[in-house]
């Protein structure tokens, strides 16, 4: 038997991914005798281990109004408000990697047979920025405003990607241990049979992931609290925006 330790290409997510380069290591063991097509040997059942990724919390108080309203990412900090002026940002990059270890066997006559023994996956935010436009003073009322609210974005996905480990994890337990050993005309195949259901849970759950974090920064993003933040500070807000 051999083991293939295999890191896919998948791109899946709201916003950027990074992925990796295909590409694998074999250790060989003894094969399964040649002489007819043996049956797949009894593989031990798949180890899935996560590893919870986030990084640190960069502010930046540099950019412009204007040019944080062309910055891609999550919707607007402070909304669009004030005459639709964007004042701040929360951008996050989250990654998502996985790699499998797959164990195979030549079972004669050009058959194959695997099975996963280890699925490693890399999850959470590699790297988070807030914005603040820089035609807020720091330590004004407003910017203080502006920075609050963003935080609150911060702190959800912090709270969302914790809560998320743990049904990644058991999700994934299920489709390794549901898929059992795959067989094939070559390892290559084998390794094709057992990548797919990977492939497909990892795509629907980084869907669901997104679906579900999109909606708890909808609750925070509301024309309530957009209204409350032209309004606070006394309408500080205007004295600043006069000058963009």
């Not at 990796?20 to 005798?33: E, Y």
């Not at 990697?97 to 058959?111: C, D, E, H, K, Y």
């Not at 914790?162 to 058991?170: D, G, H, I, S, W």
């Not at 994934?172 to 070559?186: D, I, M, N």
Request: aromatic share 6%; charged share 20%; hydrophobic share 40%.
């Amino acid at each position: 038997m051999s083991l293939r330790l295999f890191r896919p290409r998948l791109c899946a997510g709201l916003l950027t991914l990074l992925c990796l380069g295909g590409g694998a290591l074999r250790f060989a063991s003894p094969a399964v005798a040649q002489s007819g097509i043996a049956a797949c040997p009894d593989f031990a059942p798949a180890r899935v281990v996560l590893d919870l990724q986030i990084a640190p919390l960069r502010t930046d108080y540099s950019q412009s109004i204007r040019q944080l309203a062309q910055k891609p990412g999550r919707r607007p900090v402070a909304g669009r408000i004030a005459n639709s002026h964007t004042l701040g940002l929360a951008a996050i990059q989250y990654n998502q990697q996985w790699q499998a270890g797959v164990m195979t066997a030549s079972l004669g006559q050009g058959r194959y047979c695997g099975a996963a023994q280890t699925l490693t996956v890399t999850f959470g935010y590699d790297e988070r920025t807030v914005y603040v436009a820089r035609e807020l003073p720091q330590g004004s009322c407003i910017h203080g405003e502006v920075l609050a609210h963003e935080m609150r974005h911060v702190t959800v996905d912090e709270q969302l990607l914790r809560e998320y480990v743990p049904v990644l994890k058991r999700r994934l337990e299920e489709v390794v241990g549901r898929a059992g050993p795959a067989q094939g005309r070559s390892e290559r195949q084998v390794m094709a049979a057992i990548e797919q259901p990977i492939k497909a849970a990892m795509r629907q759950l980084m869907e669901e992931f997104g679906r579900e974090r999109n909606a708890r920064q909808a609750r925070i993003d509301t024309p309530a609290e957009y209204e409350r933040i032209s309004q606070s500070c006394n309408g500080e807000i205007n004295r600043y925006l006069g000058r963009v």
